[in-house]
Every structure is written in structure tokens, then in C-alpha cells.
């Protein structure tokens, strides 16, 4: 699967953002998409993850209710809606694809992603 993140940009504080995460090659039907993000100097860091066949999604603490992912019918996408947005939510963003039979308890690892396309840069200003 070849991934791509669009939809970043520059807003102030309480703007909102859509990032699309797209797939080439193959579909996300056996798959969960994750969403991490990287600031300068620091690690990648977990955002969400939504599991494509049922649609279940997980939220780390610092966006849950801020952020909302979703996807298109036909496979080749996911979305996270970024609402709210705080300066401390700049960051390069990236999405990855896990393969479901590495199990959900893996989500929120990074280093279990088997696929990872290049990243967008969402900027926050106060």
C-alpha cells in the first residue's frame, strides 16, 4: 500500500483542519490507519487510528474530542477532521497502515506500521 497525507496548512488557534490520508495500489479494507505526528526534536508520536472493516477508531487523550476520523466507501481513504486546534498540535502529521491480523493492541505503535507515506505540515499559531 503507497500513502499519502494532504490537508495540512497553516491556521490560528481554534481553526480547524481536514488531513486525507489516500492508499495506491491497494485498498485499506484489511487494515486500521493510523494518524501520528512528529514535532521538531521530538518523537512520532500517536494520534488515532481507525480499523477499516468495522470502523472502530481510537483517540490518544490530547485530541479525543477534538479530532474525528472517518473514511470513504471505496477504501482508498481516511480522514481526520482536526477541530479546536491548539498551538501545541503543530507538527508534521503522517498516517500509516497496520495490517489488521498484527492486532488492535498494536495501534498506537509505530513501529508495528507496515506502510507509511510522507507526512503534512500542520502549523498552529497563537
Known amino acids: 500500500v503507497q500513502l499519502q497525507a494532504s490537508g495540512g496548512g497553516t491556521v490560528q488557534a481554534g481553526a480547524s483542519l481536514r488531513l486525507s490520508c489516500a492508499a495506491s495500489?491497494?485498498?485499506?479494507?484489511?487494515?486500521?490507519v493510523g494518524w501520528f505526528r512528529q514535532a521538531p526534536g521530538k518523537e512520532r508520536d500517536f494520534v488515532a487510528a481507525?480499523?477499516?472493516?468495522?470502523?472502530?477508531?481510537y483517540y490518544a487523550d490530547s485530541v479525543k474530542g477534538r479530532f474525528t476520523l472517518s473514511r470513504d466507501n471505496a477504501g482508498n481513504a481516511v480522514y481526520l477532521q482536526m477541530n479546536s486546534l491548539k498551538p501545541e498540535d503543530t507538527a508534521v502529521y503522517l498516517c500509516?497502515?497496520?495490517?489488521?491480523?498484527?492486532?488492535?493492541?498494536?495501534?498506537?505503535?509505530?513501529?508495528?506500521?507496515?506502510?507509511w507515506g510522507p507526512g503534512t505540515q500542520v502549523t498552529v499559531s497563537s
Open positions: 481507525l480499523r477499516w472493516r468495522d470502523a472502530i477508531t
Open positions: 500509516g497502515a497496520i495490517e489488521d491480523r498484527a492486532g488492535w493492541s498494536m495501534i498506537t505503535y509505530r513501529d508495528r506500521y507496515h506502510y
Open positions: 495500489g491497494r485498498t485499506f479494507s484489511r487494515h486500521t
